[in-house]
């Protein structure tokens, strides 16, 4: 599909999709991590490594494909954290 190797798309422990979804839930009410989150992965994708920060360890192979789940992650989060915040009006 597309050339893309699923594994290396969504490789990863779950750890840091559930960062990735916590960061654009909060994001909702701090804007400055929309733009932070935004700017770490794009130098990720630019250099192309992935940093685990868990793992203590930099892999290789970062791509398109696969920010792009990351960011989907991200605005996910985002999308439940303006829900609670417009339904709470807080």
């Given amino acids: 599909m597309l050339g893309v190797d699923a594994h290396k798309v969504y490789?990863?422990?779950l750890i840091y999709l559930l960062i990735h979804i916590g960061l654009g839930i909060v994001s909702a009410w701090i804007s400055w991590i929309v733009g932070a989150f935004l700017?770490?992965?794009g130098f990720?994708?630019?250099i192309g490594r992935r940093f685990f920060?868990?793992?203590g360890d930099v892999k290789t192979g970062?791509?398109?494909?696969?920010t792009a789940v990351k960011l989907g992650e991200?605005?996910?989060g985002?999308?439940?954290?303006?829900?609670i915040r417009i339904r709470y009006d807080c």
């Fill in 11 to 13: 490789d990863k422990p």
């Fill in 39 to 41: 700017m770490y992965q």
């Fill in 78 to 83: 985002y999308a439940i954290g303006s829900g």
């Fill in 74 to 76: 991200f605005f996910i």
């Fill in 53 to 55: 920060f868990f793992e």
């Fill in 44 to 46: 990720q994708l630019l």
């Fill in 62 to 66: 970062n791509s398109v494909a696969h």
